[in-house]
Each structure stands twice: as structure tokens, then as C-alpha cells.
């Protein structure tokens, strides 16, 4: 029986073309077919595919999971970014990696992801979905964005403001953080929205469940437009007047983990935190 990987490299990085002919030589040794995507692949050859290996940041993999979504086909991220959070595996672990996948001796980790809904005048425009974040930002840099913001059907406030991202657990650690919103564990069924620069008393960062429904409107008086865009693509500008819904998909992206090691100590990885002196739990008796 042949089994098929999908390799996907960063397009433009010396590194993660070297590191593409290391792990499709990996790969092959073995026992799979491998694909790139770079040569194109059909949704039909796609459902053949056991694993996809991912090489670059969260960027690539971001792009690979467009790809893969709504399939089976889990993805692993070999980091060769900056921060990496979605990747499970470095550079040097391509070899060991491959023979993991080809054994099967990996976890499969689903990711909650967003519907994204655009309306205008009340009529639906565009759909799009988000495994980070749908972002909103003024289109004119000179100018405040105007808006609305609605949770489950109700009002909540309006304020003037840079933008708004709207994210995912997974996304938390994303344009949110940034943002200056909270760290969420990604087993955490929740929705975050960000207000960004916001002019307002009540403008802080909002955790909700996995059933509401978020919602932003770019508002009359508003002195610009919006743009949004999802997982840091896929932009399109909003009019005044344009409203935003986003809502918890049913499609989740599904990641492959070779490591059962928690969140926390991920987290202390990627930012380097402070952990010196850190003694354990203290022992009763």
C-alpha cells in the first residue's frame, strides 16, 4: 500500500529548501511517497495523503492548514521561524521525525477554528475562516476606525480605535498577544477580542465561549474604512457600514504532536521565561 506525505517548505528561504530535499530523502527512507505542494496538488490527490511535514514558521503552516482543512490529513511543523508555536518538531529532528510519522507514533491534537461572515446592508458578501484570527484595522493610517461591538445579538460598546482582532485559544499567542490580550491554553474552548489602541474606559481584552457570537460594525461615523484579514492573509477592505461576524466553526485543523509535553513548558520555550530557582512541588511531610 503506497502512503503519501505532503511536503511544504517556505517558497523564498534558502534554509527551508535545503531543509525540503533533507526530509524528502527522510521521508522516502521511510516508506512514503512524497508530494510538494509546490507542485500542485488536486483535492482528490490530497485525500491519499497520510501527513503533511511542514517546513518554516507559523506562516507556512498557516498556509498548509488553508490546504488541509476539512480533511483527515494531519499537519507537523518543523520550526524554522522565529517563534514557531504551531510547530512540534526543529530542524535537526528531521530524520527522527519521518520515521516517527511512519510508524505512527504521534498524537493527533484538533485546533478550533473561526467562521468568518461579511455583510453589507444586511446581505452577505464573503466567508472566511481563521485557525488565529480575523483582524480588523483602518484601512487610512491618519484616521481612527469607528465601531461597534456586539456579543450574542447585544450591544457592548463603541469606541474609536486602530482595529480589532478577534482569535482563537490557538491565536492567543498570536496578533492578540500582541495586541495585549491574554495567554489561553489551547485546550480552552474560547473566542478572544482584542480592541487595539482603543479610545475608551471599557476596551479590555474579552474571553467568551465556544456557542457566542462576536460581532463588529464599522460604524456612519466612522473617518475611514476597514480591512480585514484572516490568519494574516486573505484580506479584504470593509465599507462603513460593514459588519463582521465571527462564530466557532465546526471544521477544526488537525495538528500532529510527537511530544506529550504540556502548554507551560512550551510557552517558557518559545518567550525564554524566567524559570531559574523554580524548586518543584513541595513535598508533603
Given at each position: 500500500m503506497t502512503r503519501t506525505a505532503l511536503l511544504v517548505a517556505h517558497p523564498s528561504r534558502p534554509e527551508a529548501l535545503t531543509a525540503a530535499r533533507e526530509?524528502?530523502?527522510?521521508?522516502?527512507?521511510?516508506?512514503?511517497?512524497?508530494?510538494?505542494?509546490?507542485?500542485?496538488?488536486?483535492?482528490?490527490?490530497?485525500?491519499?495523503?497520510?501527513v503533511a511535514v511542514v517546513l518554516g514558521g507559523d506562516g507556512t503552516i498557516l498556509r498548509t492548514a488553508e490546504l488541509t482543512r476539512g480533511t483527515n490529513v494531519p499537519i507537523l511543523g518543523v520550526n524554522l521561524g522565529h517563534v514557531g508555536f504551531l510547530a512540534e518538531s526543529e530542524r535537526e529532528d528531521i530524520s527522527a521525525a519521518a520515521a516517527r510519522l511512519a510508524a505512527g507514533d504521534y498524537e493527533v491534537e484538533e485546533r478550533g477554528t473561526l467562521d468568518v461572515t461579511v455583510r453589507q446592508n444586511g446581505t452577505e458578501v464573503a466567508r472566511d475562516w481563521a485557525l488565529n484570527e480575523a483582524t480588523v484595522e483602518k484601512a487610512n493610517p491618519g484616521r481612527m476606525l469607528e465601531v461597534a461591538v456586539e456579543v450574542d445579538g447585544r450591544p457592548l460598546s463603541a469606541f474609536g480605535c486602530d482595529g480589532v482582532v478577534?482569535?482563537?485559544?490557538?491565536?492567543?499567542?498570536?496578533?492578540?498577544?500582541?495586541?495585549?490580550?491574554?495567554v489561553v491554553w489551547p485546550d480552552v474552548d474560547?473566542?478572544?477580542?482584542?480592541?487595539?489602541?482603543?479610545?475608551?474606559?471599557?476596551?479590555?481584552?474579552?474571553?467568551?465561549?465556544?456557542?457566542s457570537v462576536l460581532a463588529l460594525e464599522i460604524l456612519a461615523r466612522s473617518a475611514t474604512a476597514g480591512t480585514m484579514s484572516c490568519d494574516g492573509a486573505r484580506g479584504r477592505e470593509l465599507p462603513v457600514g460593514t459588519r463582521v461576524e465571527v462564530r466557532r466553526s465546526p471544521v477544526p485543523v488537525r495538528l500532529a504532536r510527537l511530544s506529550p509535553a504540556p502548554f507551560t513548558d512550551r510557552l517558557v520555550g518559545k518567550f525564554s521565561l524566567p524559570v531559574a530557582g523554580w524548586r518543584g512541588r513541595s513535598q508533603e511531610g
Open positions: 526530509a524528502e530523502v527522510a521521508l522516502a527512507e521511510a516508506g512514503f511517497t512524497v508530494r510538494s505542494d509546490s507542485d500542485g496538488i488536486t483535492a482528490e490527490e490530497l485525500a491519499t495523503v497520510e478577534m482569535a482563537t485559544s490557538t491565536g492567543s499567542t498570536a496578533h492578540a498577544f500582541s495586541a495585549g490580550g491574554p474560547a473566542m478572544l477580542l482584542v480592541p487595539v489602541s482603543a479610545h475608551a474606559l471599557f476596551a479590555r481584552p474579552l474571553v467568551v465561549g465556544p456557542g
